[in-house]
C-alpha cells in the first residue's frame, strides 16, 4: 500500500475537514454567518420573492464624480482624491481626521467612530472614492463619517440601493443576498394578458391611475438598480411607474385573499337564530330600556337581525363613535340568540370595559329573567367555579368577561353568538379562539360580531376589512352635548387647576390622565402617582357643599383588581370628585357628571386614543371640556406629527373624521391592532394616495377568482405568503 493511501493518511485527509470546522468556530466565521442568516430572516426574508419584494429605502448616486470646486454646501457628492493627512486628535473628543485632495481644493473627512482597519485603508497616499454631505466653513470643506472606498475600476452605471436592515447586517452582503433573489425568483406573470390589458392599455389607465410600460421583472429590476438620469421624486414618493405596476399587484394580492376569505366563510353554516315575534324578548327588552333608539341604532339592529336569520355565519364590524350607543345594540343582538336557545358570550379588552357592560346587560336582562355569567382572570376561585358550572350546563344564555372566556376550561353548551368589544385590543389567536367555543354541533360555526369605537376609513374598510360587512352608527343619543377642546401648555397648569376647582363648585366630577404610573428615567413625564399627590395638596382646603372634603383618587393598571373595582365604584357613585388615571379609563366608562377631562402630556398620545379619552366626558347634560396639556420641555420638543394630533382634536369632534386624521398621520397600524398580528400586508401601496389603484384591484379580484383561480392563489402566495391567514379572523 502507497503512503498516498493508508489508514493514517486516510484519516488525516478526513480531519482536514473536521479541523477547518474547528478553526472556523475559533474565527468565528460560522457564527458570523449564522448571525447573518438569523439577521436575514427577522427581516422576513424567507423565500427568493420576498428578498425580489425587498425594495431600498433610499438611493445612492455613485455614477459620477464631482469635483470639489463644484460641490455647494449642503450637496451629497462622490468624490476621488489622494489622502494627504491622516491623524488621531483628542480635542474636543477623540476623532481621526482625514484630508482628502481631489485636484480641485481639500476636504477634512471627519470620523468620531472608526477602526485600525478603517484607519489603515485611509493612509496617507492612498487614492480614495469618497461619498457624504459636504459642509462648509472657515477652515474649508468637511464630510461627517462619509463612506468610502478605495479608488479604481468603472463607476457604477445605476443607482446605488440602500436597503432596509436590522443591527450586524451590512448593505453589501444584503445587496448580494436581495440580487441572488431576484435572480432565482419566479416572476412569471401571475396577472393573465386579458387582466393586463385592463389595467395597462390607455383607457382604463386613467380609470385606475395606472401608468403602462413595467411588467413585474422590468418594475423589480429597475427599483433595484434604477438609472441615473430617473425623477429622485418620483422614486421617493412611489409615483414613477415601476412602482405603480408594484403597488396594483401587491393591492390585487390582498383583495383576493379578502374576497377568497368571505367566500370561504359564507360556505361554512351557522344556527338561524330568526325573530320570535311581537313576545319575542327582543321586544321585551326594546320595552325596558330608558331611552328611544336613535334611527342609527335601528337601523344596524335591521342589519344585524337579517345576518341572526341566514344560516351563514354573521362576519359584521360594529362601528361608532364614543357615546353612540352600540352597547344597547350588542345587547338586542344577544337577546335574539339567546330567544332561539342558544348562548351568547361578549368579550371586552380590560376588566373595567367587561364589569360595565356586565352591570347594564344585567340591569336590562335581569328583570327579563335571563341569567347572565361573570368571567375574568381575577375570580375567586369558588366563585369562578359557580360561573363555569352555569355556562356548561347552558344556565348561562349571556357570559360576560375579558380574555377569561376564551380559555380552555370555559366550555359552553351552545354558542351561537360571540360579541368582541374593541376587536382592534384582541390578537388573531384569540379572536379565533372565542369562535372555536362552539361545542353543540361541531359542523356550525357561531356568528362574530366585532365593536369599535375608532371609525373605520373607508380606504381601510376596502382593504383591510374587505372581508367584513360594516354596520355604523352616526348618528349620537339625543342630549350630548358637544366638548369643548382645548391646548394648553403645561406653564399654564395652575390655571388648568383653577378651572377644576370652579368645575368642582358645581357639583362636577373631573378625569385627570397621565401617560405613565411611576417615574421614567427614560421619559420625563410626570407620573400618576405625582399628580395625584399634587392635586391632592392644590385641592385639600375645597369643601363639598356639606362641608366635607373633596376626594381625589388614583387608578391604574397595577394596582391590585379589588382597589381598581372600589376606586372605579366611589367614582361612579359620585363620592369621588377627582380621578387620577393612566389609560385604563380609555373605553367604556361611563360618569354623565364628568365635565373636565384633562390629559398631562397629550402629544404623547396617539390621535384615536385622545378621542376615546375625550369621549369619557359630555356624556350628560353638563357643558364639557378637554384639556390637552402639553410640554415643549428640551427632552419633549412638540414634533410636528404632535402638532397635526393636537390640532386635529381642536378642530374636530367628529369621529370619522378623526379616523381618517389619524391614517394620514400615522397609517393603519392604529385601527388594525393586531389584526395581522404585527404583519403589516401592505408594504408598497398607500391607502391615503392609492385610491384609484385600490377601487381598481376591488373591481379585478373576483374576475381573478372566477376565471383564474390557479393563478389568482399563485399570486396571493407570492404577495402574503403566510400573512393571508390573518386576514381569515
Known amino acids: 500500500?502507497?503512503?498516498?493511501?493508508?489508514?493514517?493518511?486516510?484519516?488525516?485527509?478526513?480531519?482536514?475537514?473536521?479541523?477547518?470546522?474547528?478553526?472556523?468556530?475559533?474565527?468565528?466565521?460560522?457564527?458570523?454567518?449564522?448571525?447573518?442568516?438569523?439577521?436575514?430572516?427577522?427581516?422576513?426574508?424567507?423565500?427568493?420573492?420576498?428578498?425580489?419584494?425587498?425594495?431600498?429605502?433610499?438611493?445612492?448616486?455613485?455614477?459620477?464624480?464631482?469635483?470639489?470646486?463644484?460641490?455647494?454646501?449642503?450637496?451629497?457628492?462622490?468624490?476621488?482624491?489622494?489622502?494627504?493627512?491622516?491623524?488621531?486628535?483628542?480635542?474636543?473628543?477623540?476623532?481621526?481626521?482625514?484630508?482628502?485632495?481631489?485636484?480641485?481644493?481639500?476636504?477634512?473627512?471627519?470620523?468620531?467612530?472608526?477602526?485600525?482597519?478603517?484607519?489603515?485603508?485611509?493612509?496617507?497616499?492612498?487614492?480614495?472614492?469618497?461619498?457624504?454631505?459636504?459642509?462648509?466653513?472657515?477652515?474649508?470643506?468637511?464630510?461627517?463619517?462619509?463612506?468610502?472606498?478605495?479608488?479604481?475600476?468603472?463607476?457604477?452605471?445605476?443607482?446605488?440601493?440602500?436597503?432596509?436592515?436590522?443591527?450586524?447586517?451590512?448593505?453589501?452582503?444584503?445587496?448580494?443576498?436581495v440580487l441572488g433573489g431576484l435572480a432565482r425568483a419566479d416572476l412569471s406573470e401571475t396577472m393573465p394578458a386579458e387582466l393586463v390589458a385592463i389595467i395597462f392599455d390607455g383607457k382604463s389607465s386613467a380609470q385606475i391611475g395606472v401608468q403602462p410600460a413595467y411588467l413585474l421583472p422590468e418594475a423589480l429590476s429597475f427599483l433595484h438598480h434604477p438609472t441615473p438620469d430617473v425623477s429622485m421624486l418620483e422614486l421617493e414618493d412611489r409615483t414613477h411607474p415601476a412602482w405603480q405596476r408594484l403597488k396594483i399587484e401587491e393591492l390585487l394580492a390582498q383583495q383576493i385573499s379578502q374576497l377568497q376569505a368571505k367566500r370561504e366563510r359564507a360556505a361554512l353554516r351557522a344556527p338561524v337564530l330568526a325573530s320570535q315575534g311581537k313576545n319575542s324578548l327582543y321586544e321585551k327588552l326594546l320595552g325596558i330600556i330608558p331611552f328611544k333608539l336613535t334611527s342609527a341604532q335601528e337601523r344596524v339592529c335591521g342589519e344585524i337581525t337579517l345576518d341572526l336569520a341566514r344560516n351563514i355565519p354573521m362576519h359584521r364590524l360594529l362601528q361608532g363613535d364614543v357615546g353612540s350607543g352600540k352597547t344597547v345594540v350588542a345587547a338586542l343582538a344577544a337577546a335574539k340568540c339567546i330567544d332561539a336557545g342558544w348562548q351568547c358570550a361578549l368579550m371586552a379588552p380590560t376588566e373595567i370595559l367587561a364589569e360595565q357592560h356586565f352591570r347594564k346587560l344585567l340591569s336590562w336582562l335581569e328583570p327579563l329573567g335571563i341569567t347572565t355569567a361573570w368571567l375574568t382572570g381575577s375570580q375567586k376561585t369558588k366563585e369562578r367555579r359557580e360561573a363555569l358550572a352555569l355556562i356548561a350546563s347552558g344556565e348561562a344564555a349571556l357570559v360576560v368577561g375579558t380574555h377569561a372566556v376564551i380559555q380552555e376550561k370555559v366550555q359552553f353548551k351552545n354558542l351561537a353568538l360571540a360579541i368582541i368589544d374593541e376587536q382592534h385590543r384582541f390578537g388573531v389567536a384569540q379572536r379565533l379562539a372565542l369562535r372555536s367555543k362552539m361545542v353543540a354541533d361541531a359542523n356550525l360555526e357561531p356568528h362574530l360580531l366585532m365593536m369599535t369605537a375608532t371609525p373605520i376609513p373607508r380606504t381601510l374598510a376596502m382593504s383591510y376589512y374587505a372581508d367584513l360587512d360594516v354596520s355604523t352608527i352616526d348618528e349620537l343619543p339625543p342630549g350630548r352635548t358637544p366638548i369643548v377642546t382645548k391646548v394648553v401648555n403645561d406653564a399654564r397648569r395652575d390655571e388648568v387647576i383653577e378651572r377644576i376647582r370652579s368645575q368642582l363648585a358645581e357639583g362636577r366630577q373631573i378625569y385627570w390622565v397621565c401617560p405613565l404610573i411611576e417615574e421614567s428615567e427614560a421619559l420625563d413625564l410626570t407620573n400618576a402617582t405625582e399628580t395625584h399627590e399634587q392635586l391632592c395638596a392644590a385641592l385639600g382646603d375645597v369643601q363639598l357643599k356639606d362641608g366635607q372634603p373633596i376626594m381625589v383618587g388614583l387608578l391604574h393598571s397595577r394596582m391590585p383588581v379589588a382597589e381598581k373595582k372600589a376606586v372605579m365604584s366611589l367614582f361612579t357613585a359620585g363620592h369621588m370628585q377627582v380621578l387620577v388615571s393612566t389609560t385604563v379609563i380609555e373605553v367604556g366608562v361611563d360618569v354623565p357628571n364628568a365635565s373636565l377631562m384633562v390629559i398631562e402630556h397629550a402629544e404623547r398620545f396617539g390621535l384615536s386614543q385622545l378621542h376615546q379619552l375625550r369621549g369619557r366626558v359630555g356624556r350628560g347634560a353638563a357643558a364639557s371640556v378637554c384639556v390637552l396639556l402639553y410640554s415643549t420641555g428640551d427632552a419633549t420638543r412638540l414634533g410636528e406629527t404632535a402638532r397635526a394630533r393636537l390640532k386635529a382634536m381642536v378642530e374636530t369632534n367628529d369621529g370619522f373624521e378623526i379616523a381618517r386624521r389619524d391614517l394620514e398621520i400615522r397609517g393603519p397600524g392604529e385601527f388594525l391592532g393586531a389584526r395581522q398580528s404585527g404583519a403589516a400586508l401592505l408594504r408598497f401601496a398607500d391607502l391615503a394616495t392609492d385610491v384609484e389603484l385600490l377601487e381598481g384591484a376591488r373591481q379585478l379580484a373576483p374576475i381573478m377568482l372566477d376565471k383564474y383561480p390557479e393563478l389568482a392563489q399563485k399570486h396571493v402566495h407570492r404577495w402574503l405568503g403566510e400573512k393571508a391567514e390573518y386576514l381569515k379572523a
Not at 493514517?8 to 478526513?14: F, H
Not at 477623540?94 to 482628502?100: E, F, G, H
Not at 481631489?102 to 482597519?117: I, W
Not at 472606498?149 to 436590522?166: N, Q, R
Request: hydrophobic share 35%; aromatic share 6%.
Open 1 to 177: 500500500m502507497s503512503e498516498a493511501s493508508t489508514p493514517s493518511t486516510v484519516a488525516k485527509k478526513k480531519a482536514k475537514p473536521a479541523r477547518k470546522a474547528v478553526e472556523a468556530v475559533k474565527t468565528g466565521a460560522v457564527d458570523k454567518k449564522t448571525h447573518l442568516q438569523k439577521a436575514i430572516a427577522k427581516l422576513g426574508l424567507h423565500r427568493d420573492i420576498d428578498l425580489a419584494l425587498h425594495l431600498p429605502l433610499r438611493y445612492e448616486d455613485e455614477t459620477r464624480l464631482t469635483k470639489l470646486r463644484d460641490a455647494r454646501e449642503g450637496d451629497t457628492v462622490q468624490i476621488e482624491g489622494v489622502v494627504t493627512n491622516c491623524e488621531i486628535t483628542y480635542r474636543p473628543r477623540r476623532q481621526l481626521l482625514v484630508t482628502l485632495d481631489d485636484g480641485s481644493d481639500t476636504c477634512t473627512l471627519r470620523f468620531f467612530s472608526f477602526y485600525p482597519s478603517q484607519q489603515k485603508a485611509l493612509a496617507v497616499g492612498n487614492v480614495i472614492r469618497a461619498r457624504g454631505e459636504v459642509k462648509g466653513g472657515f477652515l474649508g470643506f468637511t464630510m461627517m463619517h462619509p463612506s468610502f472606498k478605495t479608488a479604481g475600476g468603472d463607476l457604477a452605471t445605476a443607482l446605488t440601493p440602500v436597503y432596509p436592515t436590522v443591527a450586524g447586517l451590512p448593505q453589501g452582503y444584503l445587496r448580494k443576498v
